[in-house]
């Protein structure tokens, strides 16, 4: 019945059980699991250094995003308000692959064999829905909500928007 599952992923833990029920198919059915992380750029710096912490991501990317954090704050201080300053993309990415490493591993770690991982750049909800039909994906499985408190507001979008446009069957977790 499936042959390829597609599953978003952000690191969330909706993303995360998103992954739980894809291995399970994927067992059952001897899928191919595709695993999609799109760049979290919308996310700010905090996000960011919270999740390398929950990813156990290495030193010197805390680092850097530390460093990024301070900048904020003090520009924040000097500007009487918020500042927000982009994080380059070369750490975007290495947060990316952090992600996707680790989604690998829950996957293959609830009995998926055969998982790839692509890190894109771009809007979410397009890239998904391009990647569901290069990949012909026989369905899509993703979390209803992505991190904090602004991703997980554009999440509920983006899910929102692949579930209607999508002309596979979608799958939304809580």
Known sequence: ????ILVPTDG?????????????LAEKFKARIVLLHVLLNQSSVSELIKLCDELKGPDDLKKKLTK?????LNTAAAAYGP???PVPVNLLEEIG???GDNAMQLAEAKGAENVDIHVRV??????ILAAAEHENADVII??????GHITG???????????HLSDCTCITVK
């Open 153 to 163: 507001m554009l999440m509920g979008s983006v899910s929102h928007k692949v579930n």
């Open 122 to 127: 771009g809007v979410p909800a397009d890239l």
């Open 83 to 85: 500042v927000p300053i």
């Open 1 to 4: 019945m499936f042959e390829t």
């Open 68 to 72: 990024i954090e301070d900048v904020e």
């Open 97 to 99: 692959f952090l992600i």
């Open 142 to 147: 993703m979390g209803s909500r992505g991190l």
């Open 12 to 24: 969330s833990d909706h993303a995360n059980k998103a992954i739980d029920l894809a291995a399970d």
